[in-house]
Nanobody, 127 residues
């Protein structure tokens, strides 16, 4: 029973910060590459960030310098630190895992590269 559970979403003012968590069960995140995605209703889900099992990480250009991905293998959790949020960041944020190993093959990460998905957490940024 693999589960990925996102948490940390909230409503924040523009310029604020949030740290999202992706906690895994039934899956050792230390052995997996994790991606972060976000989706606005009516639009396609888009990739944001990737962190490999070795700790290498990438973020897309549109959020580079504001978003940082990291992992805590002891907590079996991956994080997405989001700073200087804007209303354009309002979306449901998802984490997803590739199979064992994997790589940050593409930037932005592609949905087809990821096997397991969380249900998402809502981030709302007000003006």
């Amino acid at each position: 029973q693999v589960q990925l559970v996102e948490s940390g979403g909230a409503s924040v003012p523009s310029g604020g910060s949030l740290r999202l968590s992706c906690a895994a069960s039934g899956l050792n995140l230390a052995d997996h590459t994790i991606g972060w995605f976000r989706q606005v209703p009516g639009k396609k889900r888009g990739g944001l960030s990737c962190i490999s099992s070795s700790g290498g990480a990438s973020v897309v250009s549109s959020v580079k310098g504001r978003f940082t991905v990291s992992r805590d293998n002891g907590m079996n959790t991956v994080y997405l630190q989001m700073n200087r949020l804007t209303p354009e960041d309002t979306a449901i944020y998802y984490c997803a895992s590739q199979g064992v190993g994997g790589q940050c093959y593409d930037s932005p990460p592609r949905e087809y590269e990821y096997r397991y998905w969380g249900r998402g957490t809502q981030v709302t940024v007000s003006s």
